[in-house]
């Protein structure tokens, strides 16, 4: 099967959740403060500007490596990271929203800090202790390797689909390195210790290029977007339980 020629994967820009968890890990909260579902968590002032300076960095790019398709997460923070991206990269262009590339679902822990887990519900703790991040599954929600199978079974549509074609996706943490692990065949060791050392920014780009029959990796967490366009560079080390 004929593979992509390249595959640029951007994590969405700065959210008003991640603030808010920055906010209730510094206070020592229990849950964080937000009265909205986790897929209508909007960017925050600076997620836009870092929005748009990925838009810029992608109109600056040469006419042979610019993006033929779109595809977006439809969590707000994440579609809003598109569009406002797209609109400063001056592109028209149709943006589809995949289902497949939304955030990981939490389940029963959603909105709560790692804190009010262990204090709310020890016995999820101790059991995400005992299996490990990559395969714990929280109670009504995903596991890591449940991301794993969305982001197998999206790469071989787009494969299908889109085979010799340039792809972006605007997406969340999780499904990127889902998307690591896909194409990388990453062991569950190495992609939760470079999600520890290493985690994505905030529109931080990783990017594949076709090389000698598959795709290979270019560039991984590359802030230049963001540092060239003057924004702020955020990142945070997210617990598993959080919100991202």
């Not at 810029?56 to 579609?79: C, F, H, I, K, N």
Request: proline share 4%; net charge negative; aromatic share 6%.
């Amino acid at each position: 099967m004929t593979d992509l020629s390249r595959l640029l994967l951007v994590r969405h820009g700065q959210s008003v959740g991640n603030i808010a968890v920055d906010e209730a890990r510094a206070a020592g909260a229990h849950r964080l403060d937000l009265d909205h579902r986790d897929a209508d968590t909007p960017l925050s002032d600076a997620g836009r500007d870092q929005a748009a300076s990925v838009g810029a960095w992608l109109r600056d790019l040469p006419a042979d490596d610019r993006p033929t398709v779109w595809l977006t997460s439809p969590y707000r923070r994440a579609a809003d990271t598109a569009a406002v991206a797209l609109e400063a990269a001056g592109y028209e262009a149709t943006l589809i929203a995949d289902e497949r590339l939304r955030e990981r679902d939490l389940g029963i822990l959603d909105g709560f800090t790692g804190h009010g887990i262990r204090h709310r519900f020890p016995e999820e703790a101790d059991r995400r202790d005992r299996i490990g991040k990559f395969y714990y599954r929280p109670p009504g929600g995903e596991s890591w390797t449940d991301v794993l199978l969305r982001v197998r079974y999206l790469l071989t549509d787009l494969r299908g689909r889109f085979a010799g074609q340039q792809v972006c996706v605007f997406s969340h943490q999780a499904v990127i390195m889902s998307f690591r692990v896909a194409l990388e065949q990453m062991a569950e060791h190495d992609v939760l210790r470079v999600d520890r050392e290493d985690p994505l920014p905030n529109c931080s780009v990783t990017g594949y290029r076709l090389g000698t029959g598959s795709l290979e990796l270019e560039r991984y967490a590359d802030t230049t977007a963001v540092e060239t366009g003057r924004a702020p560079t955020t990142r945070e080390e997210i617990a598993d339980e959080d919100a991202s």
